[in-house]
């Protein structure tokens, strides 16, 4: 995401549990740590790397997502899930945290590093204070955990997979988040901690007359479209092409349908006004055939019919644009890098 003075705040995570960390990345591509020892595990079924997912950022508050990690291995059959007989790498994952700096950010230098002890106190509901030894502290605070797995009758176990998080203007106390396994928005009070389902999107039959007989929704990202909310669902196995759209949400009410259709594996989506007051919208697709290995795409909507800026994208995840300079940041989580497009102001 955009982070202050134009850096770019970065969630990352490795193969070793508990690895995770927030990265600035700034002018130049000079990279340093903002906090490390994040909780991160395995995810099943094909034991992905999962940890920090998105963030937003208030001043000197940094509001982080915390993805499933390793709570579930896989089941007896395809498809099934169960707790970890091992247990979880940490006991916060399916969290929302809160950490507020004593200094700006983006004049941080050296890392703040969470313990394994402290996933413990954050638990309790007990505040961690740390120094990054530089002079700068941070408390650090669990404001919210999701169900970290319910009971499904076809899956034995349903995670909880926080993916998405924005804040509306018009609502500045509320959170929302984007839950990838419970296929919900959710609302976070940000001072209360207080969880509630705003929609829960429904599966959709399938259109393959072999195979499951529907397809999850799969929502990845949740965006500000001035005072509603536009959802990006990637959907579900068996990953059916053109299926996948971007959801307008009333965040009042939780109304919601379509708004952009006929996209494959929706996993971004960001919406800005020009200078000259003219609306754009921006999808990001994370493979245009996730079965077969195809690279995704950027499209820029200005009318109904959208065009491609890119359509070779390895594996993108996510996007933010910088309005001050007209620039397009897309990480590419499966290259590791952040590319960058000139969209105009």
Do not use: C
Not at 119 to 132: E, F, K, R, Y
Not at 281 to 298: H, M, Q
């Amino acid at each position: 995401m955009l982070g202050p003075a134009g850096s770019l705040l970065v969630s990352e995570v490795t193969t070793t549990a508990n690895s995770g960390r927030v990265s600035v990345v700034r002018a130049g591509g000079n990279r340093s740590t903002l906090i490390d020892g994040l909780p991160s595990g395995l995810s099943a079924p094909n034991n992905v790397p999962d940890g920090p997912t998105d963030m937003v950022v208030d001043g000197r508050t940094l509001y982080l997502l915390i993805g499933e990690g390793d709570t579930l291995v896989n089941g007896p059959t395809a498809g099934t899930a169960l707790g970890n007989p091992k247990g979880p790498s940490s006991p916060i994952f399916a969290s929302l945290l809160k950490f507020t700096f004593s200094a700006d950010i983006d004049s941080i230098n050296a890392p703040f590093v969470l313990l394994p002890a402290n996933h413990q106190t954050l638990l309790d509901g007990a505040t961690v204070s740390i120094s990054n030894g530089a002079g700068a502290t941070a408390t650090a605070e669990l404001v919210s955990q999701f169900r970290p797995a319910t009971p499904d009758p076809n899956a034995i176990y349903r995670n909880s997979h926080p993916y998405g998080l924005t804040i509306l203007p018009s609502q500045p106390d509320t959170l929302f988040v984007a839950d990838a396994g419970q296929n919900t928005v959710v609302q976070v009070g940000q001072t209360s901690g207080r969880a509630k389902v705003l929609v829960r999107f429904a599966p959709t039959p399938s259109p393959l007359p072999a195979g499951p007989p529907v397809i999850e929704a799969v929502p990845t990202s949740v965006r500000p479209y001035r005072d509603q909310l536009l959802v990006s669902t990637l959907t579900g196995a068996p990953f059916v092409g053109e299926i996948s759209r971007i959801m307008v949400v009333d965040p009042k009410t939780g109304q919601f349908g379509p708004f952009i259709t006929v996209l494959s594996s929706a996993i971004d989506v960001l919406y800005r006004q020009k200078a000259d007051g003219t609306g754009q919208f921006y999808t990001l697709e994370y493979s245009l055939g996730l079965t077969t290995g195809k690279p995704g795409r950027l499209r820029q909507y200005e009318t109904l019919f959208g065009k491609t800026l890119s359509d070779t994208l390895v594996s993108p995840s996510s996007m933010t644009l910088d309005p001050a300079t007209g620039t397009l940041y897309v990480v590419s989580k499966g290259a590791g890098t952040i590319v960058t497009f000139d969209v105009g102001k």
